[in-house]
């Protein structure tokens, strides 16, 4: 069993550093707010530190799940950060979702100190997080990967490497880019159903098994149905996500016009009151405009 940090313990870190100590392993947590580490801590049985320097202090793996680049930066550099810490030999895992440009930064700082960088974003919200049944797309070196894949696995169904450093992020761009234009299809077609009188949950029982069934069909689409949105990824962090996945097209040079229309849409959601109100509201913009 490893010593494991873990940074961040939000909707999503929460869960995951509890599985690590289900998992038997010895876990030190940090995060900005100290009352949520130190209620993680009683929780769990665990140990919480005061920054990411000293939760990361002789750890064999830190992880981290913070909110963006400069948070992600934030608790790996400076003073206070973790890569500090850290000792030849040991790996950092973030699970962040963040650009491709940043993650390569601070691999190449992580390899000149001498320990392991793995970019690994997560797929399958809180529900996942909390069941440890999340899938982890990775990138970094092999042996490093190697090392820390059974460690990830204490929250993970799938787990993968997907090339190096940067590939788990650009993996996780391609996921967000599938849920845009997934979302808007499912937001038209149920509110369609209800324009035409159809009953939404009879239609969605027909057809969910065949080529239209999607995961978002099979789990969102009864909340959609009830005006509810209180399920899953916020609308504010999907708007970051489709930023990096728009920034990195022009980069590349790929196409994205239904991902920057439904960015868009995201925005006119936002303005309606919704950034907190999970993914699935695109139907919500459907019913005030349409």
């Known amino acids: 069993m490893a010593k494991v940090a873990f940074l961040g313990l939000g909707v999503m870190g929460y869960p995951m550093a509890g599985h690590l100590v289900a998992a038997g392993h010895e876990v030190t947590v940090y995060n900005r707010t100290l009352a949520k580490a130190e209620a993680w801590a009683a929780e769990h049985k665990g140990r919480f530190a005061i920054s990411p320097r000293q939760a990361a202090q002789g750890a064999d793996f830190v992880m981290s799940c913070v ?96 090339g190096e450093s940067g590939a788990g992020q650009l993996t996780k761009m391609v996921n967000q880019i599938c849920i845009a234009g997934l979302m808007q299809g499912l937001s038209e077609a149920l509110h369609f159903a209800e324009k035409a009188g159809l009953d939404g949950r009879a239609v969605i029982d027909v057809i969910k098994g065949g080529a239209a069934g999607s995961w978002q069909m099979e789990n969102r689409y009864e909340t959609m149905i009830d005006d509810q949105f209180e399920h899953g990824f916020a609308v504010d962090w999907m708007r970051k996500d489709l930023g990096i996945c728009l920034d990195t097209a022009d980069e590349n040079g790929a196409s994205l016009p239904v991902t920057a229309l439904v960015d868009q849409f995201y925005k006119d959601v936002q303005k309606l009151g919704g950034a907190r109100w999970d993914t699935s509201s695109l139907i919500k913009r459907l019913r005030m405009t349409g």
């Open 67 to 162: 909110g963006n680049d400069d948070d992600l930066r934030g608790v790996c550099l400076g003073e206070t950060g973790a890569f500090c810490a850290m000792s030849a030999g040991s790996v950092f895992v973030d699970h962040t979702t963040v650009s491709a440009k940043v993650t390569r930064e601070l691999s190449g700082l992580a390899t000149d100190a001498g320990f392991g960088f793995i970019d690994a974003p997560i797929s399958g919200g809180q529900a996942g997080a909390q069941n440890g049944v999340l899938s982890v797309m990775c990138g970094g070196d092999a042996p490093a990967y190697a090392r820390a894949e059974p460690v990830i696995k204490s929250y993970a169904r799938t787990c993968k490497r997907l």
